[in-house]
């Protein structure tokens, strides 16, 4: 495995790491443990930039010209990268509905 593979590989990773974290957040909120919640929200934003920052590694390296191959394993990572955002943006929301909903029932 090269290098860039490697780098794929981690966003892959960090993204699915973000995901799992932002829905584990969701749950939280669901039972009313806002706490937890916020505490997961946090994680998952930290994965997020894990991922990211090796995205802009890469599209960095492109510009300076080295050639990055488009294969099905890139796709993959930029479409599990940008469907977590999608989704931590989601449940964000959906945590501050949650939350206002409960202060709602107090």
């Known amino acids: 495995m ?3 593979e490697v780098d794929i590989f981690k966003i892959i990773s960090a993204a699915g790491d973000s995901r ?3 829905f584990e957040a969701l749950r ?3 039972k009313g443990d806002f706490e937890q919640a916020e ?3 946090k994680e998952a934003k930290e994965r997020s930039i894990d991922a990211h920052d090796v995205q802009t ?3 960095t390296g492109e510009l300076n ?3 990055t191959e488009t294969s099905l394993l890139m796709v993959h990572a930029q479409d599990h990268l940008m469907t977590s955002l999608l989704a ?5 929301e959906m945590i501050g509905m ?3 909903k409960s202060e709602e029932n107090k």
Do not use: C, H, S, V
């Open 98 to 100: 949650l939350k206002e």
């Open 88 to 92: 931590r943006d989601l449940i964000e």
């Open 57 to 59: 590694k890469l599209i």
């Open 20 to 22: 799992g974290a932002a």
């Open 65 to 67: 010209g080295e050639k």
């Open 39 to 41: 505490a997961k929200m």
């Open 2 to 4: 090269n290098e860039k």
């Open 28 to 30: 939280f909120a669901r």
